[in-house]
């Protein structure tokens, strides 16, 4: 799996936001004698992902309609009702990938919590279902619990996540 470089990183905040040791990243890029030299737009190898071309799923988040739309092979197979970041706390627009799950997280997150490739930043359910459809959210993409399962359900770690 491959991240591209974007404005502002660096390789410790590439590793932390994959939650990698920084060293296993380092191994998994040889080809890169300075770190502190890194450009925008290079590819950065993410050790211990699946290849993104081997994973027939998608996910298009639109911060403006509020919905996330699940693909398989670049065909909709499913829309679902999100909510969102409030003003002070916008949720990110960019390329992400799903990095890491865990089931019954606890307090306000639902039933899973899907980790993005930006630190600090998922894909969860709620105990609050009257905030879908709302920009209510400290940046993360809140979903209904039993819509949250069932896109676990389907999308493995390594899904690219495309926030507009």
Not at 101 to 124: D, Q, T, V
Request: a positive charge.
């Amino acid at each position: 799996m491959y991240h591209i470089v974007q404005p502002g990183e660096s390789m410790q905040l590439i590793a932390a936001n994959y939650r990698i040791p920084y060293h296993q990243l380092l191994l998994a890029n040889p080809a890169i004698v300075n770190p502190s030299l890194i450009y925008i737009g290079q590819q950065i190898v993410i050790p211990g992902l699946p290849n993104s071309s081997d994973i027939p799923y998608s996910i298009v988040v639109s911060k403006e309609k509020r919905t996330l739309s699940l693909y398989n092979n670049r065909q909709l197979v499913k829309t679902y009702p999100i909510a969102i970041g409030k003003m002070l706390t916008t949720t990110p627009v960019g390329q992400f990938v799903i990095v890491n799950r865990e089931p019954n997280p606890g307090g306000p997150f639902g039933a899973i919590w899907l980790s993005l490739s930006k630190k600090g930043y998922g894909i969860h359910g709620t105990n609050d279902p009257s905030s879908i459809g709302k920009a209510v959210s400290k940046g993360c993409i809140r979903m209904h619990n039993k819509d949250v399962l069932e896109l676990a359900s389907f999308v493995p770690n390594g899904t690219s996540v495309l926030i507009t």
